[in-house]
């Protein structure tokens, strides 16, 4: 069994745990869509011009009033791009998709009583995530692919607003304690590093 099929099935028995969990008391399960702008340091393009998807689910524990645990299962797009924009066709960009998990930690303010749910909150945690897809028309990462790193991790911060109980949005940055690739051909570097914002929509089961 290779890497990924591993991961896959990692992340559908997560989906059925969410399932499963959605159901007691304290958990809350929620259905995620958004948009990543991203960038890698160090391939020559600058600016958050690589946009993507990332989409999926996210399951929060309510700790008490004021602290919740949150765990995202997530398929996400990063790279970079020498112009703004999602595709990689005309332009010099890189492509690089994701399987993710962030696990973070919840301060939520300004309680709704009436309808049970917070207005605002802030949160901090950690991110794995599992390379399965590379493509680049960047001239200096082009025969590179197989050299990128599978595996991701690194930090995750952002705040929250929720419009009413079920819809929420979620802005975060995330950066990462990984080289995304090592290699004596980049341009003046020897590494390069991935960080990226996401804007996003969240239905609150």
Wanted: proline share 1%; aromatic share 18%.
């Amino acid at each position: 069994m290779n890497t990924f099929n591993m991961n896959l099935k990692v992340f559908c028995l997560l989906f059925f745990s969410v399932t499963a969990l959605h159901g007691q008391q304290k958990f809350k399960a929620s259905v995620v869509m958004g948009v990543t702008a991203s960038q890698l340091g160090g391939d020559s393009l600058s600016g958050y011009d690589k946009l993507g998807l990332s989409t999926g689910l996210k399951l929060t524990y309510d700790l008490n009033n004021l602290f919740d645990l949150n765990l995202d299962m997530l398929y996400t797009q990063r790279g970079s791009r020498s112009t703004l924009g999602f595709s990689n066709s005309g332009t010099s960009a890189t492509a690089l998709d994701y399987l993710e998990l962030p696990f973070y930690v919840g301060i939520n303010d300004w309680y709704i009583e009436k309808e049970d749910y917070h207005k605002v909150g802030a949160f901090l945690g950690l991110s794995y995530a599992y390379l399965f897809s590379v493509r680049t028309s960047n001239n200096i990462l082009q025969g590179q692919e197989g050299a990128f790193n599978k595996h991701d991790f690194g930090p995750r911060l952002g705040l929250y607003y929720s419009f009413f109980k079920n819809l929420t949005f979620r802005v975060y940055y995330t950066d990462s304690f990984l080289n995304v690739l090592d290699s004596d051909q980049l341009f003046q570097t020897n590494a390069l590093d991935s960080f990226n914002w996401t804007f996003r929509i969240e239905y609150n089961l």
